[in-house]
């Protein structure tokens, strides 16, 4: 219930209830008072928190951004060009956010803090300094009527007329204080409806308002969250293939032999210690050597720094190296260069050293164990064919096709039954003992283990280098113009392959295998460098990238149109040449036939003059330095 209204009127009766009205409307502001001083303070301390959560934000995203990735390598995949910017995304982002967070904070007190200060001090300050006068004019007033009623009739009726005067003096007095007490009761209680509600409302406005923004910035950076995220999924499973291929290399390069392989290439280099002469007789000093046989340079780098001495880097001229007949050293695994004896590491190591200087002792290999490898022939063609068929009958929809491992023991004996010398490619695959598992393990098994990778030694690196370009185009472009540098059967073969993983891919929604995951997969499978050196286990990132492209970009790299023909090398070019041979269409590898074959029969020479023209035009549209060329 609300309070009983103060009329005017009983400010002249000043009854009971009236005294017992005002001290309710007065308890109402004192407790709109404490409440007043409760939300300032309370105020101040969200204001506060804001402003320091805001700083440390801001701060947080000051070392997001100036932090810097460094990768391994020559270059970077897209997936980590966008994880390398990820921090200055994340601090851009924070950055927009605490900006209009700070706007806040500094108009908030215009907003709250001032405008509730001012009501509490002007309005509530004003009502207690009336409810001072009326409460003074009050008690002069009533001390001046009893001092009236006490007075003796018998006083002389001009002290009667003053003391008369006196009380309806004072009566108005407290009349005037009651009704302007009275007036600011009504006018505190009007104006806090409005005057405390209004500044709340605009500090929540203001919040909300914030939070929108929020919201609109993070429905903004949703599209590159799932990049990212899908950019970190695709690094995570690089990092899964290429982590294993790094663990079975370092257990290969722990191997004795591989040590060996690894010291017998050239330049040769390594540890020696040499023998010099010192005031207190001879002394073997440790050097870091580096040998360059086509010049015969020997540097010798000093490991050991004697202050008696000074010493620096050495470079000498290699005139002989040979090893004693006689152990007249007392030191095992030493030679001879020049004047200056040497000391090798070991008898391995000193072998090695005389080798690379072509020393004058006899050279001892260890004997090669050549492993049995797979062949790219009709065989390996119908073993592919049949898994192929197996898979898209049985296995398309599988979750996880190629992804998952089968058993070795089954594998090996699969591959066995269908290798076998004495009947090859005679095993049914469609018998009920295999799974779709074993099947799509032996093809990848058959794929790794061939003698050369499909797509070759040789045209790996430029492969990698097409990858890392920055250019999407250009990379889709050079990886069809490297594709068909590939020898017929790897050509044959790889298209076969790419066509069955883009069926498979198609059921992506049943089996989960994007173009990213299965490149992930067939990236080692048909690309592998000549040398397994870390750099190339780095490198298999940007294999994955080329597969990936073959798949998703498989209607592209296999168009070879007249339209894709005429792109290349003018409209009439190839209508010259379609007259000439009386062909409808031409592919890069028809041309170079043709010009081949024109220019060695020598049939036309105009003919063969054209040819020539078609020969340039095409191998540098390939090399990415095309320029238009007029019809002649």
Known sequence: MGHPTLEFSDCYLDSPDFRENLKCYEQELERTSKFLKEVIKDGNSVINAIKAYSVAVQKFSQTLGVFQFDFIGDSLTDDEINIAQSFQEFSGLLQEVEHDRMMLVQNASDLLIKPLEKFRKE????????????????????????????LSSKKKETQLQEADELLEKERVNFYESSVEYVYQIHQVQDRKKFDVVEPVLAFLQSIVTLNNLTVEMTQDFMPYKQELQLSLQNTRNHYESTCEEIEELMNRMKHRSQIEKMQSFLPMEGYLYCQEKWALGMSWVKYYCKYHKEDKVLVMIPCEQKTTTKQGLMQLTLITCHRRKTDSIDKRFCFDVETIERLALSEGDRKLWMEAMDGKEPIYHSPIHKQAEMELNEIGFKFVRKCINYIETKGAKQEGVYRTVGSNIQVQKLLNAFFDSANPGD????????????????????????????????????LICAAKSDNLDFRISEIHSLTYKLPEKNREMLEMLIKHLVNLCSLSKENLMTPSNMAVIFGPTLMRAQEETVAAMLDIKFQSIVVEILIEEHKKVRRSSLEECMDWVGVNYIFKLQLHFQLSTFDYNSIMILVHGVIDHNHDGRVEILLNSVYCVVEKKRRGIYQQMSDR
């Open 123 to 150: 309005q509530l300050g004003a009502t207690k300094e009336k409810r001072k006068k009326f409460e003074k004019e009050s008690e002069k007033y009533y001390s001046q009527l009893d001092k009236h009623l006490n």
């Open 427 to 462: 095993d049914d695959l469609h018998r009920s003992d295999l799974d779709v598992k074993t099947v799509t393990s032996a093809l990848k098994f058959y794929l790794r283990s061939l003698s050369e990778p499909l797509m070759t030694h040789g045209l790996h690196r430029e």
